[in-house]
């Protein structure tokens, strides 16, 4: 059964730091391209970042670039997501999912099979 279990999230003030991981089960990252995900109060998910299957390659949407960054360990099976200089507007539920297919649409949440729970993040003073 695959499985992926998200965690780290919680409440941080502006400009602090968090590290998201998804922990993967019943398959191996070798196969499955994973990417992060958000989803807002009253708006719909959006991509964050991607990694790929084949060379662990990364992309990320506009308002992320360079602070938040995807790393994978194929050892543990672990995708994290390092986020920096946090603001408010990056409050969301924090979701990471799996495809074993190559997609034209990476950031597409129609292109992945398999979803974990989610995380909570709040960026607040």
């Known amino acids: 059964q695959r499985q992926l279990v998200e965690s780290g999230g919680g409440l941080v003030q502006p400009g602090g730091s968090l590290r998201l991981s998804c922990a993967v089960s019943g398959f191996t990252l070798n196969y499955y391209a994973i990417g992060w995900f958000r989803q807002a109060p009253g708006k719909g998910r959006e991509a964050v970042a991607v990694?790929?299957?084949?060379?662990?390659?990364?992309s990320y949407t506009d308002s992320v670039k360079g602070r938040f960054t995807i790393s994978r360990d194929t050892a543990k099976n672990t995708v994290d997501l390092q986020m920096i200089s946090l603001k408010p507007e990056d409050t969301a539920v924090y979701y990471c999912a799996a495809r074993d297919h190559h997609s034209d649409y990476p950031f597409s949440t129609y292109e992945y099979d398999y979803w974990g729970q989610g995380t909570q993040v709040t960026v607040s003073s």
């Open positions: 990694i790929s299957k084949i060379d662990g390659s990364t």
